[in-house]
């Protein structure tokens, strides 16, 4: 199942935050990481959890030093990706989402909002790496999955019923978001189990506690974030007004 586009009617604002947050990620890939060739930068930068939680530098073996501080990486990390695959499925589901919740918070909020749920995304995994799977606290962890998460987390609340156009099956249907959006958390818990570690391990492992953690803290943030709902938004479901 997965999403092409969505229900953007009733929007007021341009979602230049969003298109800026997708433009650097793709900046970054491409010239700071190198398309993913630039291991030294990428290693760098990413979230390690044994750094995380010992809160120093650790440049044994593959990993590169860190020039900033280390807890530093808990927001670099999220502007990187192992691929080009990891790349695009995020800035899709970027794309899709992130526009509708920026509408309804507005720019400076829905920043802060993103940054985060990125934040809370990759302690969600250091900690659980720390928990479940020890042995990969130093595998470098990378990605906006994590805050992309919060962003469904919070377009589930605000937009349940909203019309998600998805590819399924050879083609494209309408559905509810809580059922794109359900099916995708449901999946990540289920594959999460027993499989904690990084986003791009070297055996291309996915961080599924960031993903949780970052759904997790996009449904409770969003409350805060969004306070309450205009009328003609409280009235849009997936059958019209």
Known sequence: MIPIGDDNSGHTRKPFVN????????????????SGGNEQFTYAYSTVPAEIIEGRDISTGFLAPTP??????????????????????????????????????????YLIFYLLCGIIASLSHVFATSAFSP?????????????????????????????????????????????????????QIISGMGMLGGEQQGGGGVAYAAHVGGFIAGLVLIKLFAGKAPAEVRRRSFFGR
């Open 19 to 34: 298109y800026i947050l997708i433009v650097i990620n793709i900046l970054v890939f491409i010239f700071l990481q190198g």
């Open 68 to 109: 900033i501080p280390v807890y530093g990486t808990l927001i670099t990390s999220m502007f990187m990706h192992g691929g080009w695959a990891h790349l695009l499925g995020n800035m899709l589901y970027l794309w899709i989402f992130g526009d509708n919740l920026e509408n309804r918070l507005g720019h400076s909020k």
């Open 135 to 187: 042995q990969h606290m130093e595998i470098p962890s990378l990605g906006a999955s994590g805050a992309i998460s919060g962003v469904m987390g919070g377009y589930l609340l605000l937009f349940p019923k909203n019309r998600v156009n998805v590819f399924l099956f050879r083609g494209i249907i309408p559905v509810p978001a809580f059922v794109a959006l359900g099916f995708w958390i449901v999946f």
